[in-house]
């Protein structure tokens, strides 16, 4: 039987789950979700999202074995192009437990080379995008927050503040990744110019994610166009949640993963940005370097 790999690059609050919850439930591969999130010594207490099946059974065939190869990627550790040995390892023995494979991570696009170097030619790369905007607003207006009073209020407050806000959208690391000032790893080793970080972390909360997005969009695109040819796929997230047939049928077959689209969990149309069309989202376009186009920031069609 011959191999296939799939490796889906994203970044957090891009839709990744969903898209990787397709290949779950509609092909005959096995699909690790996050591979790479510290958050897997956890287990084995279940994750409330029930995605976690996959390293149960692992643990339950081995647990020594599992926990011997474990090499998670902390966030600090996300600005770094290499792959630590131990987690090139662990990439390497998730890779030999089955022939068809399908890996989630949110924490690899700086590393996307360093894939590629520890990867064979039946591994492919899919970048699953979502749109600056929609990113952006995901982390400063998280769905998550609980539905008591003070979640409302405190999303409220959120909204009605939202160009304004000069933090707090650590909800899922990224506020840790991009640091506070610039002598911050993310500074130094990302963005490599004083006068830039000067300016990065003079400015609001908004404009740092779409300028965080803008770097990760870019070295993901660059690099896996580079490293792997014609096995790199470019994805939007807008295009596949309102046609995740086609694009699943597309991806079919350029990987030649099989696919049962009847088995398809339910994908939802990706929900309009938050103030979409606002004057300030293309004043923070033009700020940051991003196209001001309709298009480009908010992808409504």
Request: glycine share 6%.
């Amino acid at each position: 039987m011959s191999r296939t790999r799939i490796i889906i690059s994203s970044l957090r609050r891009s839709g990744s789950t969903i898209f990787w919850r397709c290949f779950r439930t509609a092909s005959e591969a096995v699909c690790f979700d996050e591979p790479f999130n510290p958050n897997l010594i956890r287990l084995p207490r279940p994750h409330p999202k029930n995605i976690d099946d996959e390293y149960l059974r692992l643990l339950d065939r081995d647990a020594h074995a599992f926990w011997a190869a474990f090499g998670p990627v902390y966030p600090l550790e996300e600005l770094d192009a290499a792959l630590k040995p131990q987690t090139a390892d662990w990439l390497g023995w998730l890779s030999d437990r089955a022939d068809r494979l399908v890996l989630d991570t949110t924490r690899c696009w700086n590393k996307i080379e360093a894939l590629a170097d520890h990867t064979g030619p039946d591994t492919y790369l899919i970048h699953l995008h979502r749109s600056p905007t929609g990113f952006t607003a995901s982390h400063l207006l998280p769905s998550d927050l609980d539905g008591s009073l003070w979640g409302k209020w405190h999303l409220f407050r959120r909204r009605r503040t939202f160009f304004d806000m000069d933090g707090g959208f650590n909800f899922w690391n990224v506020e840790d990744i991009v640091g506070n000032g610039p002598r911050s790893a993310f500074a130094t080793q990302i963005l490599q110019d004083s006068s830039l970080a000067d300016r990065f972390y003079a400015w609001e909360a908004h404009l740092q994610l779409l300028y965080f997005w803008k770097i990760a969009y870019s070295k993901v695109e660059e690099a896996g166009r580079d490293a792997f040819g014609d096995r790199f796929l470019s994805v939007p997230f807008e295009r596949f949640s309102r046609r995740p047939t086609e694009v699943l049928s597309d991806i079919q077959a350029a990987t030649g993963l099989s696919l049962d689209m009847n088995s398809l969990p339910d994908v939802r149309p990706a929900s309009s940005v938050f103030q979409q069309g606002d004057a300030r989202w293309f004043e923070a376009a033009e700020r940051v370097g991003l196209p001001a186009d309709a298009q480009f920031l908010f992808r409504p069609q």
